[in-house]
């Protein structure tokens, strides 16, 4: 019994470690989800709605922050969006994504949902601006937490016409 109290003290702790690299004290999570291969991604605000930042890594740590200095705000990040209602009948949708660039890359991460099939997809599409090519790194779904819905009336991330499918 003691061993199993121990571990579970351990898995308290990783937890907690975790937490604390991809989400800071002053900051809440607005949309994260895990990969296939055990990827994390966070985007967080911060409590005060000084920054946005996201994360991107493995549970041990992040492998990419953007931006690197919160000091940048809200003015490194965009926000598109498109919905069309109606259900199946009408191919409804509702797509929405916040990108950023970064050393030639446009990281686009989407959250999106077609009715036809009910489908709904979350990742980060990592496109190459010199060669065009997209490497889509696909999120789990059911990890999903949050959505970036609330950025349509934000008034913080300046919102585009940029459509990434």
Same mark, same amino acid.
């Given at each position: 019994?003691?061993?199993?109290?121990?571990?579970?003290?351990?898995?308290?702790?990783?937890?907690? #470690?975790? @937490?604390?690299?991809?989400?800071?004290?002053?900051?809440?999570?607005?949309?994260?989800? *895990?990969?296939?291969?055990?990827?994390?991604?966070?985007?967080?605000?911060?409590?005060?709605?000084?920054?946005?930042?996201?994360?991107?890594?493995?549970?041990?740590?992040?492998?990419?922050?953007?931006?690197?200095?919160?000091?940048?705000?809200?003015?490194?990040?965009?926000?598109?969006?498109?919905?069309?209602? @109606?259900?199946?009948?009408?191919?409804?949708?509702?797509?929405?994504?916040?990108?950023?660039?970064?050393?030639?890359?446009?990281?686009?991460?989407?959250?999106?949902?077609?009715?036809?099939?009910?489908?709904?997809?979350? @990742?980060?599409?990592?496109?190459?601006?010199?060669?065009? *090519?997209?490497?889509?790194? #696909? @999120?789990?779904?059911?990890?999903?937490?949050?959505?970036?819905?609330?950025?349509?009336?934000?008034?913080?991330?300046?919102?585009?016409?940029?459509?990434?499918?």
């Amino acid at each position: 019994m003691r061993f199993v109290f121990v571990l579970l003290l351990m898995q308290a702790t990783l937890v907690e #470690v975790h @937490g604390q690299q991809y989400v800071l004290p002053n900051e809440e999570q607005v949309f994260s989800f *895990k990969t296939g291969n055990g990827k994390i991604a966070v985007l967080c605000k911060d409590k005060k709605d000084q920054y946005l930042v996201y994360r991107f890594g493995t549970n041990k740590k992040p492998e990419l922050v953007f931006p690197a200095s919160t000091k940048s705000g809200w003015e490194a990040f965009r926000y598109s969006y498109y919905m069309r209602g @109606g259900g199946p009948q009408n191919e409804g949708m509702d797509l929405n994504y916040v990108y950023f660039v970064s050393k030639g890359y446009k990281y686009v991460i989407y959250d999106t949902y077609h009715a036809v099939g009910g489908k709904r997809k979350v @990742g980060v599409k990592v496109i190459d601006l010199q060669t065009d *090519k997209v490497t889509d790194i #696909v @999120g789990l779904v059911s990890s999903a937490k949050g959505n970036l819905t609330q950025f349509r009336d934000n008034k913080r991330l300046l919102v585009t016409d940029e459509l990434f499918d």
